[in-house]
């Protein structure tokens, strides 16, 4: 039994949870655990009881959590590890137009279907359209750049790629059929037989198309990724509904996360700035790096490495249209170790938004990284600006660490 205050109303908290008092529960049902981070940047641990369209229900000791699914960034299986690489299983690759990657073995088609044997999804047919490329050959580092050039490179014909030493070469021509034994090839007026263990991978002449009706991400224990428009968890079973209209349902223990992000969220370093200013101290000028440090390292604060995000030296200006778009700016700012650990660098950082200044400090070698999250809502233009500090410009290397703006 739920106890409900005596108003009968819920009560709102700050963030996006809804608790309410659980009295009596003693059922044996176990739950998966599973951390929520919510699109503000908070996060809550629980047992995940059950997620539709509208909200997902937490059991956090002994409370229930009701979160509204449209706050949620992302939910997280940590105790659910990676099984084994797709490369370390040797497994076929499937990879949809819609950027869904799947992993698997007896890929076969007809010319119209493609039909695959899932590892965590089980038996699929995608129609042959919606189909980018299948690999058959696990990936190194130097096939890696080789194969996705490959697929960036705008095609009219079937590509049967092929691997010559360190080289992978390809044959422009029409694949009609495959299966697990050989793939039935039309080159220059002649359809040619090629046994499968000679093939490399196979690219079709398809446009890669983002699904717009993507709700989510998904990800499973065994590195696969599919973009999906409907998912529902009950039961211990998570359902879902593809791109390609397949409705799928997997055990729970086969999820490792869903990244509700879809959209919803722009990285300043997927952006190009309207304006950029650059004032050297001296003669130098520092221009400003995304995703990474100026000699090509991952940013780190803190002994902390982030994946995305700006690396900027003072002084820099960096202006951003936004088109009233978006609610917030979230980032983690910090003077980058490689210089941070031998104590240089000192910035003053200013944000400002429409001209009103949002943030404004002085960021040492000394400081520990700081979290920031600006309301940005119904503003035109964002302007972040890293002057120089104390001590000239020596070191001022600053991340503006997972800088992000959420819808």
């Not at 509204?68 to 299986?77: C, E, K, S, T, Y």
């Not at 965590?120 to 580092?141: C, D, E, I, Y």
């Amino acid at each position: 039994m739920i106890a409900m205050p005596k108003s009968g109303k819920n009560i709102l908290l700050p963030t996006i949870l809804m608790t309410f008092v659980l009295l009596g529960f003693t059922g044996a049902t176990t739950y998966a655990q599973v951390e929520v981070t919510s699109l503000d940047g908070q996060s809550v641990v629980g047992e995940l009881v059950s997620l539709d369209a509208e909200q997902l229900v937490l059991n956090v000791g002994d409370a229930v959590k009701v979160v509204a699914l449209d706050r949620v960034m992302n939910i997280a299986w940590p105790e659910h590890e990676l099984v084994k690489s797709v490369e370390e299983a040797n497994l076929q690759t499937l990879l949809l137009t819609d950027g869904s990657s799947l992993s698997g073995q007896n890929a076969r088609t007809d010319g119209l279907n493609v039909t695959f044997d899932s590892q965590s999804l089980g038996s699929m047919t995608v129609p042959l359209k919606n189909v980018k490329s299948l690999r058959f050959k696990p990936l190194n580092a130097t096939s890696t750049e080789q194969w996705n050039a490959l697929i960036q490179k705008p095609n009219s014909d079937d590509r049967l790629v092929i691997q010559k030493g360190e080289v992978l070469d390809f044959l422009a021509g029409v694949v009609t059929q495959y299966n697990t034994e050989n793939v039935q090839f039309l080159y220059q007026g002649s359809e040619i037989p090629v046994r499968l263990a000679k093939v490399f991978g196979i690219i079709h002449p398809v446009e890669m198309m983002p699904n717009q009706a993507a709700t989510c991400s998904l990800k499973t224990t065994s590195g696969e990724s599919l973009f999906v428009t409907q998912v529902s968890v009950s039961e211990g079973q998570m359902t879902v509904r593809t791109g390609p209209g397949e409705q799928v349902v997997l055990p729970l223990e086969s999820i490792t996360q869903l990244d509700f992000s879809l959209g919803r969220i722009v990285y300043l370093s997927d952006m190009t700035p309207e304006g950029t200013e650059y004032t050297p101290f001296f003669d130098t000028v520092w221009e400003y790096q995304r995703d990474r440090t100026v000699d090509g390292s991952p940013l780190q604060i803190g002994r902390k490495k982030f994946s995305k995000g700006l690396w900027v030296h003072s002084k820099t200006t960096l202006t951003y249209r936004l088109a009233g778009e978006f609610s917030r700016l979230q980032a983690t700012l910090g003077i980058d170790d490689a210089v941070a650990l031998t104590g240089h660098g000192n910035v003053d950082v200013v944000v400002t938004a429409d001209d009103e200044v949002l943030f404004e400090q002085n960021i040492s070698a000394r400081d520990s990284a700081i979290p920031l999250d600006l309301p940005l809502t119904g503003k035109r233009f964002l302007k972040i600006t890293v002057d120089f500090g104390k001590g000239l410009d020596i070191g001022d290397h600053l991340d503006i660490a997972d800088a992000r703006l959420i819808k």
